[in-house]
């Protein structure tokens, strides 16, 4: 499977952005798909992930009622769409997908077996 990350750039506090993370390779409708963040000098931590085969998601509480994750199955593609950003929503942007992750694991980055190259999002002041 390889995925392709896009959507990053550079927005004022307050503005959106719309990630987009492209797969191929594989059947998708089996995976889940998730995004993940690195801050420079933290860990890379969990955003919001979502099952392809019926659109199960689950988002991280500093994000939630900002960020919205979706999908396209007939395109292979997940979206984040990020609204309200902060500067504290600065960071590298990664997609990764899953085969046969359980609910429970879907924050977890042991549960994704493959992940993109990263989209830079900077949220200025």
């Known amino acids: 499977v390889q995925l392709q990350a896009s959507g990053g750039g550079l927005v004022q506090a307050g503005g959106s952005l719309r990630l987009s993370c492209a797969a191929s390779?594989?059947?998708?409708?089996?995976?889940?798909m998730g995004w993940f963040r690195q801050a420079p000098g933290k860990e890379r931590e969990f955003v919001a992930s979502?099952?392809?085969?019926?659109?199960?998601?689950v988002v991280t509480e500093s994000v939630k009622g900002r960020f919205t994750i979706s999908r396209d199955n007939a395109k292979n593609t997940v979206y984040l769409q990020m609204n309200s950003l902060k500067p504290e929503d600065t960071a590298v942007y990664y997609c990764?997908?899953?085969?046969?992750?359980?609910?429970?694991?879907?924050?977890?980055?042991?549960?994704?077996?493959?992940w993109g190259q990263g989209t830079q999002v900077t949220v200025s002041s």
């Open positions: 979502i099952r392809l085969s019926e659109g199960h998601t």
């Open positions: 390779g594989r059947t998708f409708g089996r995976y889940v």
């Open positions: 990764a997908a899953g085969v046969g992750t359980i609910l429970s694991m879907m924050r977890e980055r042991r549960a994704y077996d493959y």
